[in-house]
């Protein structure tokens, strides 16, 4: 029986879907990146450098307390 | 310590300046080295009901968790401790020159003590041992955790609500409102002595909704008595551009406050006003008369108006 679709209909929903299915996962991955939080690049520091500072003021560190966030 | 909640990495410190990440662990870089040192009145932080007249040993090291643009400490509080000059002063010899300088509390003051919490929590303890009181001067910006411990080593507090906005706190002071809310009431639930005050910045909140919606709040979370001080701003740091708090505006303050029911509402930084003064809610007479920080004249008796019999809440001796 023939198709009632002609070669050239085929390839065009063929790749009317591609381009749909392009542009669907790219919206999908700017949304999930969007819901993600920024993310700051990590500081480039010289600790060696700061803690020679640290030291040539006369401070000396003290271990601090640090509290775990119960449930609010 | 804050609801910032830092993440540092190795060798980052954390908003506040003064707390950092050395070798994995969270240390603190301003234990024993306060920057400043003063004897001040207690009428200073401000507290007007609390041992009037006593002198307040008053310490602050560098550092803070708030970037107020209009900080009057700007030059220890917006500093990294290596800016500033430290003294060496542990626990134990604070707690000595306060006996030394008959200061009968310590204050934790001038710039943020929620930064330099430790150091404050040591001393606190061993000031109690020696019948010394301790006073917390802050911006209420800490996370209930430590503020359940500080509750337990603080007597008096005087505690800033900034505004009642969270674009305020946001665009100005570069925190949030809701954990400041929390600490007043914890505070004043827990029953420390609690007196607050409100910087009036022109243009920023000064409208009288501004005023009323605070007093509105203070009313309703922490009742009629707890003493409420509305601070003349004067142009510093990133606000030189405004000017200074016409008094017509803190008088307008004042008397919204006292409308709406508050009884104890003072003005600061504007020596000689009425608003300096302490009148008794019944029968309206003066009980204290200050200029300044210095006393002139004082009529309660036991915790009592001398005239009416009227209890004054706070600490009178």
Redesign the interface.
């Known amino acids: 029986m023939p198709s009632i679709f002609k070669k050239e209909d085929i390839i065009f929903i063929g790749v009317i879907l591609l381009a749909l299915g392009l542009i669907g996962s790219i919206t999908l991955e700017n949304f999930r990146a969007l819901s993600r939080p920024a993310q700051a690049p990590?500081?480039n520091?010289?600790?060696k450098k700061?803690?020679g500072?640290?030291e040539?003021?006369?401070?000396?560190?003290?271990?601090?307390?640090?509290?775990?966030?119960?449930e609010? | 310590m804050c609801k910032k909640e830092c993440e540092l990495v190795e060798g980052q410190r954390g908003d506040c300046l003064s707390r950092m990440n050395i070798g994995g662990k969270l240390q603190t870089l301003v234990y024993g080295k306060p920057c400043a040192v003063h004897i001040d009145p207690i009428e200073k932080k401000p507290l007007f009901h609390y041992l009037p007249g006593s002198g307040s040993f008053s310490i602050a090291t560098a550092g803070c968790n708030l970037h107020c643009r209009n900080c009057q400490n700007w030059e220890i509080s917006q500093r990294e401790p290596e800016a500033t000059r430290n003294m060496d002063l542990p626990p134990q010899e604070i707690v000595d020159a306060a006996i030394k300088y008959n200061c009968r509390t310590i204050a934790y003051t001038y710039s943020e003590p929620t930064t330099f919490f430790e150091y404050m929590a040591d001393t606190a303890r061993l000031a109690h041992k020696k019948d010394i009181l301790n006073v917390w001067v802050t911006a209420g910006f800490i996370n209930p955790e430590p503020l359940d411990e500080l509750c337990t080593f603080i007597d008096a507090a005087t505690i800033d609500l900034k505004g009642m906005t969270e674009e305020f706190y946001r665009d100005v002071c570069f925190a949030e409102l809701a954990p400041v809310l929390n600490t007043l009431k914890t505070t004043h639930k827990r029953g420390m002595w609690v007196e607050m005050s409100n910087l009036v910045v022109p243009t920023l909140n000064d409208k009288e909704e501004d005023i009323a919606k605070l007093v509105d709040w203070v009313y309703e979370n922490l009742g009629p008595e707890v003493p409420l001080h509305f601070l003349r701003f004067w142009p510093m740091f990133q606000l030189r551009n405004l000017p200074p708090t016409p008094v017509e505006t803190l008088t307008m303050a004042r008397e919204i406050a006292l409308s709406k029911g508050i009884h104890y509402v003072y003005i600061g930084n504007v020596p000689g006003h009425e608003g300096n003064n302490t009148y008794c809610p019944v029968d309206k007479k003066l009980l204290i008369n200050r200029v300044g920080y210095s006393i002139l004249e004082y009529n309660i008796e036991d915790g009592r108006c001398k005239f009416c019999g009227h209890k004054i809440p706070g600490r009178w001796s």
């Open positions: 990590l500081p520091i010289d600790v700061v803690m500072r640290i040539e003021a006369g401070l000396e560190p003290k271990e601090a307390k640090f509290y775990t966030v119960i609010r």
